[in-house]
């Protein structure tokens, strides 16, 4: 099964929706019609809405960092997967290492927003994998494992389609450090064979599984070459609309 790449672009706490504009309006004509791949943006919160006029009718999709497990209520501070599907957004981001490690989302909070965005009609992907520490002592597995087994119901209620995930080894986020392709393709083919053995052989064949953790436009095509990897999940250079059109035009390459 030939699956399509997902080039993720995730800002992170980076750009006022002044300098979003500027950024779709950069990037946008240097896109063709079909980028031979899906491309996805994922500004702050305060951007969304601007970023979404900017782009309904564009081959650009939108995504969220987060949102919060339940649809409404007295949650300062919080969004809910409704109000980001009001801005355009189709897809969000659950369980990024940022999320995990600084702000303390658990398991079980991971599970609820993993429902949360179905309810929403959102695309989650799901983010995985270890620390520097967990890795040293062989325990991206069972890492790993854990992270998926807490999610399984959600991720049945899915379906063969209706979640995509990140590998990103949390020592390679930002530190410009980058997995190899050989431990990229190593995690990626253990999360699809987790998928087949515990969903069903159809998911697994199904699934796109990215990569993430310091992809840049000089080491893109190596680290989307490999059979189990379907794209991408980018930092800091997602900021640059030059560098990130680089990659997009690498994963049209690689497919």
Same mark, same amino acid.
Request: overall charge negative; glycine content about 10%.
């Given at each position: ?15 006022t ?24 943006i ?13 782009l ?10 987060d ?17 980001l ?19 303390g989302?658990? *398991?079980?909070? +991971? ?7 179905? /309810? $929403?009609?959102?695309?989650? !992907? ?14 991206m ?11 399984c119901?959600?991720?049945r ?13 949390v ?12 431990q ?12 087949g ?10 699934a ?20 189990d990897? *379907?794209?991408? +999940? ?7 609309? /030059? $560098?990130?059109?680089?990659? !997009?035009a690498?994963?049209?390459t690689?497919?």
């Open positions: 099964m030939s699956r399509r790449m997902l080039i993720a672009g995730n800002w992170k706490m980076n750009k929706p002044q300098e979003t504009e500027a950024f779709i309006n950069e990037l946008l004509p240097t896109l063709p019609s079909d980028p031979g791949a899906d491309v996805l994922i500004p702050p919160f305060t951007s969304l809405d601007r970023a979404g006029r900017l309904s009718h564009a081959a650009l999709a939108l995504g969220a960092q949102l919060h497990f339940e649809p409404s209520g007295a949650f300062t501070g919080a969004v809910s997967g409704a109000m599907a009001a801005c355009g957004c189709r897809y969000v981001l659950v369980g990024h290492s940022e999320r995990r490690h600084i702000f989302d658990s *398991d079980a909070d +991971l599970s609820r927003k993993l429902n949360a965005a179905l /309810d $929403a009609g959102l695309h989650p !992907i799901l983010c995985l994998g270890e620390t520097l520490e967990e890795r040293t002592r062989g325990e597995e069972a890492v790993v494992t854990r992270q998926l087994t807490s999610v119901e959600a991720l209620r899915a379906g063969d389609t209706g979640v995509s995930y990140a590998y990103e080894p020592w390679a986020i930002g530190t410009g450090e980058t997995a190899a392709p050989e990229a393709q190593e995690a990626s083919r253990f999360v699809r064979t987790w998928i053995e515990t969903l069903a052989p159809s998911a697994a064949e199904a796109r599984i990215l990569y993430g953790g310091s992809v840049k436009p000089g080491n893109a095509c190596e680290l989307l070459s490999p059979p990897i *379907d794209g991408a +999940l980018i930092g800091g250079a997602s900021l640059r609309p /030059d $560098a990130f059109a680089e990659i !997009i690498a994963a049209q690689g497919d």
